[in-house]
Each structure stands twice: as C-alpha cells, then as structure tokens.
C-alpha cells in the first residue's frame, strides 16, 4: 500500500505573531507552576542562557539535578551514545545501560538490589508499597513521616508528605500514614502504634528551608527501628549523589537504612528514580507486585552511570567538593558576620545550603535574578535562600556569587540593634 502523501498538502505551522516564549507558554501551559519570567535555551557548565545569549549563573541547577552542572561533556557523550543504540526496550528484558548503573549503585553502597522508576516520587512509592507488604504478615502498614518532609506529589508520596498545605483539597486522602516533629526522637517513638511498619526521613530536608537531622537523632532512630523491626527509609532524592559531599548522606551520619531512594539528580539531567535496599527485602516486592513502563530507560541510565564515574573518576568525591563547599561556606559565613541583621543563619551539608534571612527570600530571590544569579526561596516564611550550586563550581564564580550577594546585602536597609 502505498503511504498517504500528507507532507505535501500540509501547510506548514505558523506561529503567533509578536509573541515570545513566555507569552506562548503562558498561554498553553497547564498553569500549576509560578515560572520566574525568564526563557533559556541552552547550558553550558554553570551557566543558562537566554534567547540573546544573556548568561545566568545557575546556583540552582534544576533544583538539585545538575550536580556536575550543564552539558558535562562525559554525560552528554554517554547520551548521545546510547540514543544511537537503543532508547528502549521495557523490563521484559535486560539491557546493559541498566545493569552497569546498578552494579555502580551496589558496589558504592549499602545496597544489594536496585529497583529504577522514572521519578523521586515513583520511587517513593515503590518505598510504600514494600514498606507495606512487609508488613502485611503482621498486619503493619503504618508509616511514620517527619513534619516539614516533601516526598513528591503523587497521592501516596503527596500524602507521605508532612505538609498541610501540599495536601490540602485533594482528600480523602489514603491511611496509614503518621506525622512526627523532624529531629525529636522520642515524638516518634511516641507516635509508633501497633501498626507501624516504617519511618521514612530526609537526611536534610530541602523543601521547607534545608534543615539537616541531627546526628544524635538519626543514630537513635536507627537503633530503635533496628531493635523494635520497623524499617527505616532514607529520602536522599536531594541529598543524593554528591549533593552533600558523600555520595549518599547517610554516610556520614554512620548509619545504614533498610530502603534508600534516590533520583534528582540521578538520571544526569534525564528523568530517572530508584530504590536500593537489600537482598533480604527485595524478595518482598517478587515479579507482579511492583513496575514502571520506563523506569531504567537506557538513555537515563547510560547518563547515570556516567555521572556516577565522573563524580569519583573526577575527584570531585570527596576532595575536591569538601575543599570547594567549604570556600563557599567560609565567603557565606563571611557576609553573614557583616550582615547580621540579615542573615541570620547559614545551614545545611555542602553544596545544598540555606541561608536564613530576616527580610523576605522572594525579594532577594528577584534581586539575584536581576544580577543574573539564579537561586531559590522558599521555607515556611519566605526567609530562606536555598543554594545548590553544582558540585563542578570554580573559585571564580563562586567568588562572582558571593560578589553578587556582596551588591545584594549591602543595599538592603540594616535593622538597628
């Protein structure tokens, strides 16, 4: 048969006039995000830049994703190389992007098996759903969350969530699921019922204004969830690869969770989430109970794996991120002594930092965008400036940012003691 020749007799699609991208957008994109008016089209290390070539210094990265910044040359080849060979395939089958970023994730970690999804929040869930058929046997499905934890926004990770306000309107909601003061060990040991099968914590919590846990807490919670068989899930789809200074957070915290879940900045730039727990719990999600039509695409984990070399083949861990999150702090702790009516903490784990301000982060958000500075507000009372900068940062622009926050400050009215 021969194929219809539509080509020919299409015209061709013509734009709006007069209209940029961010008009465009506007226009048919679902308006569930408050997009900052800006419109990059290429990046290039730290740097975004704009349709006129205008560069950003990106301290954002994504939110978290781009930990060896834009366009790593050994990522994008990675990438490129892959796509050449297959895109994909489904988990019907094996194909060996998945394998090789696997075996990467057990020979850096705790773990023995892997599970990939798509997201964070996929991932999430799988952490649930194993969460609960372990505990099926005893009757246990209770999950134990800190309050201030963000874990996603599908329903079961939205709900996982210790927000209110990310939970608001879209009941009734699915039970089973417990809210705990974050760093408090003994409201959560207070909270346990019956029914509880696990506790879920981020290792610093980046949504609400990145508030690390104590060392002391984590230690004790993993004791008593040791002692008492409750799991213990770890969020680091944050505070994962790098992010932190260590590949994972835990280890510097000298615990080992049950389940961990990662993704962010994962995939390299690609979506791609993942579960890693142990031999003796994988076998409580067997062939059936759990998957995910594209989770461990080839292309997104030919990236991971990529990344996952560069960070040590690189020697960014630990070395080189220990030495250069630590000039940033150093020029962070700096300006805060100079402006301590404005800055009233510096908090976090290397390069995921959120300095705790006295006037509104949104405010000073718009100022550093006006610098060309990318940076984030968020916290509970819009006073918290969140920096996640790649881990690839050079002095030079680390000292144009902290030059840039210099301009920042220092213009802002001073509160009289």
Not at 354 to 362: E, R
Request: hydrophobic share 40%; aromatic share 10%.
């Amino acid at each position: 048969m021969k194929p219809p020749e539509f080509l020919k007799k299409s015209p061709p699609l013509k734009s709006p006039k007069k209209e940029g991208w961010e008009e465009r957008g506007a226009r048919v994109l679902l308006g569930n995000y408050s997009r900052e008016p800006l419109v990059f089209e290429k990046g290039r290390g730290s740097y975004l830049f704009d349709p006129s070539g205008v560069a950003y210094l990106d301290f954002l990265g994504g939110i978290a994703i781009h930990v060896l910044g834009h366009c790593h040359p050994g990522i994008t080849h990675a990438i490129q190389k892959q796509a050449q060979r297959m895109v994909h395939v489904s988990n019907l089958y094996y194909n060996p992007a998945v394998v090789d970023l696997a075996e990467l994730l057990v020979e850096k970690t705790f773990a023995d098996k892997v599970f990939f999804s798509n997201s964070g929040t996929e991932a999430i869930e799988a952490a649930i759903k194993l969460a609960r058929r372990y505990g099926a046997s005893s009757g246990r499905y209770e999950m134990i969350s800190m309050e201030g934890s963000f874990h996603g926004r599908t329903l079961g990770a939205m709900t996982l969530t210790g927000q209110a306000k990310v939970r608001e309107g879209f009941g009734p909601l699915p039970p089973g699921f417990l809210y705990a003061p974050f760093n408090d060990f003994d409201k959560i040991r207070a909270s346990r019922t019956a029914n509880t099968v696990a506790v879920i914590v981020e290792p610093v919590q980046g949504e609400i204004g990145v508030i690390p846990a104590e060392t002391d807490f984590l230690q004790k919670l993993r004791r008593w969830t040791q002692e008492e068989d409750i799991l213990l899930i770890l969020d680091e789809i944050q505070t994962g690869l790098g992010r932190t200074g260590t590949l994972f957070a835990y280890e510097q915290y000298e615990i080992v969770p049950d389940i961990l879940v990662s993704s962010k900045a994962l995939g390299g730039g690609l979506p791609l989430g993942a579960l890693l727990t142990s031999e003796r719990l994988s076998k409580f999600l067997p062939p059936g109970t759990h998957g995910s039509t594209f989770g461990g695409n080839p292309v997104a984990c030919a990236a991971g794996a990529a990344l996952v070399r560069a960070l040590f083949a690189e020697d960014f861990l630990p070395e080189r991120v220990r030495s250069m999150s630590s000039y940033l702090w150093d020029g962070l702790m700096a300006l805060k002594n100079r402006y301590p009516s404005l800055i009233r903490e510096i908090r976090g784990k290397g390069f995921m930092i959120g300095c705790v301000v006295s006037v509104s982060a949104k405010k000073i958000k718009d100022l550093f965008r006006e610098e060309r500075v990318l940076v984030n507000a968020t916290g509970p009372a819009d006073d918290v400036i969140r920096i996640l900068p790649p881990l690839s940062i050079t002095y030079d622009e680390t000292d144009d940012f902290l030059s840039v926050a210099e301009k920042i400050f220092s213009s802002l009215p001073v509160e009289k003691s």
